[in-house]
T-cell receptor, first 112, second 115 residues
Framework: AQSVAQPEDQVNVAEGNPLTVKCTYSVSGNPYLFWYVQYPNRGLQFLLKYITGDNLVKGSYGFEAEFNKSQTSFHLKKPSALVSDSALYFCAVTLNTDKLIFGTGTRLQVFP | DAGVIQSPRHEVTEMGQEVTLRCKPISGHNSLFWYRQTMMRGLELLIYFNNNVPIDDSGMPEDRFSAKMPNASFSTLKIQPSEPRDSAVYFC?????????????FGPGTRLTVT
């Protein structure tokens, strides 16, 4: 069965510092991986995806994610956090359909 | 494109009343998903359609919930009768079920409050 785990309920980081939001997955095969962001009172917004090829994927708002097959991870990163990055972040995985399996979400809090 | 459109944005109703939530997917997207989000249970997939046909409704909580997709541009989620525990934000999302294009695009959600 496919699953995705986001081990941290909340991540706190100071503005200007690098941020990492962790995601690990479990699938039997080659996964498609996604990151979404949800701002307060909004729907989930697609940030980036990994399909194949380069393990470092760049997305919206300066975010990037690194696919690591040996560690079955797909951590979201940004070199310099902004207060406006504060939101709820979801990782998702699928094997071969558009039915995505979402993680439980990680709340990112960026302090001025 | 206007994105996924949901209506109403907010709904307040009394227990026992029928509630109908509406969704218009992005034009050309063949898959449509209904989700529910609460603090307690997080994001839950209720049902999804492909080419207007329900593919997986295993997430529908109980018989009080029903969903239809009469055509490619419209879907409804109905709760009858509604209960206070149905209070949540309901999201609709759409996607193109082609390898490499599996990302879903979400609507703004309907915040349902059942008193």
């Amino acid at each position: 069965a496919q699953s995705v785990a986001q081990p941290e309920d909340q991540v706190n980081v100071a503005e200007g510092n690098p941020l990492t939001v962790k995601c690990t997955y479990s699938v039997s095969g080659n996964p498609y991986l996604f990151w979404y962001v949800q701002y307060p009172n909004r729907g989930l917004q697609f940030l980036l995806k990994y399909i194949t090829g380069d393990n470092l994927v760049k997305g919206s708002y300066g975010f990037e994610a690194e696919f690591n097959k040996s560690q079955t991870s797909f951590h979201l990163k940004k070199p310099s956090a902004l207060v406006s990055d504060s939101a709820l972040y979801f990782c998702a995985v699928t094997l071969n359909t558009d039915k995505l399996i979402f993680g439980t979400g990680t709340r990112l809090q960026v302090f001025p | 494109d206007a994105g996924v459109i949901q209506s109403p944005r907010h709904e307040v109703t009394e227990m026992g009343q029928e509630v109908t939530l509406r969704c218009k997917p992005i034009s050309g997207h063949n898959s449509l998903f209904w989700y529910r989000q609460t603090m307690m249970r997080g994001l839950e997939l209720l049902i999804y359609f492909n080419n207007n046909v329900p593919i997986d409704d295993s997430g529908m909580p109980e018989d009080r919930f029903s969903a239809k997709m009469p055509n490619a541009s419209f879907s409804t989620l109905k709760i009858q009768p509604s209960e206070p525990r149905d209070s949540a934000v309901y999201f609709c999302a759409s996607s193109i079920p082609i390898p490499g294009h599996y990302e879903q695009y979400f609507g703004p959600g309907t915040r349902l409050t059942v008193t």
